[in-house]
């Protein structure tokens, strides 16, 4: 079982920046991918951006330029700094991460960008 715990989240003004963390624990073999995701009000979840051991990166059209994904292997953890942030940001972020054929999901942590 692996446990993925995001914080970061909060309020921010338009043109602000967070930076979330998600830290993996539990029994962890390898995780392969991990990344972020998001749900906006009525919206289905999409992907924000993701990174592997091998140095892929895949970062939404929506967010390239802004957003920076980063990993510590060592440390099974995973931040993303968003930078001039939008109202169109706003949405629950959440981490997810590969272990072998087994994905898991963080809880969620809300990002609110106001106008």
């Known amino acids: 079982q692996v446990q993925l715990v995001e914080s970061g989240g909060g309020l921010v003004q338009t043109g602000g920046s967070l930076k979330l963390s998600c830290a993996a624990s539990?029994?962890?073999?390898?995780?392969?991918?991990m990344g972020w995701y998001r749900q906006a009000p009525g919206k289905q979840r999409e992907l924000v951006a993701t990174?592997?051991?091998?140095?892929?990166?895949n970062i939404a059209d929506s967010v390239k330029g802004r957003f920076t994904i980063s990993r510590d292997d060592a440390k099974n953890t995973v931040d993303l700094q968003m930078n001039r942030l939008k109202p169109e940001d706003t949405a629950v972020y959440y981490c997810?991460?590969?272990?072998?054929?087994?994905?898991?999901w963080g809880q969620g942590t809300q990002v609110t960008v106001s106008s």
């Open positions: 997810a991460a590969d272990h072998g054929t087994v994905g898991y």
């Open positions: 539990g029994r962890i073999i390898k995780i392969n991918a």
């Open positions: 990174t592997t051991r091998g140095g892929h990166t």
